[in-house]
């Protein structure tokens, strides 16, 4: 229960003072472009007579409204956070998703790999076991931020030269349009939010232990339906929010 002097209410209690140097500089912040640098702990500190500690919670309060992101050894930055929408009538492509947020994108390939299919595998690529397949492992970047670290499996039998094409193109589902002339369309997906294995934090550069957006996905070709592509992805939740559509708005229910 929240304490209260005699005859006042909940209202009357005055909130603690970092509280409420993080409202009002949130509101300051929010007129204000993604990237831009916020003022430091000192800043603060100076600006509201308040100490360090006061001043260092409250930017920690932005951080956790998703206000602003800190950056080790380069300061604190107002944050953007888009909407990453995942709907049947959605291309399956980071690249695409991030740009009809209104975000620029970018990817960065960090293993391009022939391997035999791993067993766990097999029955979402409906291969044997051991079948050649390309292992793909990217990190997504979100207006420069890295935002995303992805581990693809696409079947040799799709297309034969993927590495080269990857890193000429930042679009996986492009490339499969062009090389493999197939029409990726998403057969399955599923969203959670989890802690990561250790090698995504070192990856995308934030803290361990920290939960991120899993997800997972298989897209198949829209003419064959065979499979094409299975994909697991982590995303900074400081970076989008995962949103999924299922159906059009105001689209009755099947029966």
């Known amino acids: ?103 620029t994108p970018r990817v960065q390939v960090r293993v391009t790999e022939r391997m035999p299919l791993p067993a766990d595998l097999a029955p979402l690529l409906e291969l044997p076991p051991g079948a050649p397949i390309h292992h793909v492992i990217r990190v997504g970047f979100i207006d420069d931020v890295p935002s995303g670290w992805s581990q693809e499996w696409i079947p040799v039998e799709v297309t034969a030269d993927l590495g080269p094409a990857l890193r000429a193109t930042e679009s996986l589902e492009l490339v499969l349009r062009q090389l493999g002339r197939v029409q990726p369309v998403r057969s399955w997906c599923r969203v959670g939010l989890d802690v990561p294995p250790p090698e995504v934090p070192v990856g995308l550069g934030t803290d361990h232990g920290i939960p991120l957006w899993h997800i997972e996905s298989l897209s198949r070709d829209a003419d064959t339906t065979r499979p094409l592509l299975y994909s697991e992805t982590w995303h900074r939740t400081d970076c989008l929010r995962v949103v999924v559509e299922l159906g059009a708005p105001g689209a009755p229910p099947h029966p």
Do not use: W
């Open 1 to 103: 229960m929240v304490p209260t002097r005699p005859g006042g209410t909940v209202s009357d209690v005055k909130s603690p003072r970092y509280l409420e140097i993080a409202d009002q500089l949130a509101a300051e912040l929010a007129d204000c472009r993604p990237g831009t640098r916020v003022a430091s702990e000192h800043d603060i500190s100076v600006r509201f007579g308040v100490g360090r500690a006061a001043s260092r919670s409250a930017l920690q309060e932005l951080e956790r409204r998703l206000v602003v992101r800190r950056v080790q050894g380069a300061g604190t930055f107002v944050n953007r956070r888009i909407d990453y929408v995942i709907a049947q009538d959605r291309q399956p492509s980071f690249t695409a998703t991030v740009r009809a947020a209104g975000a």
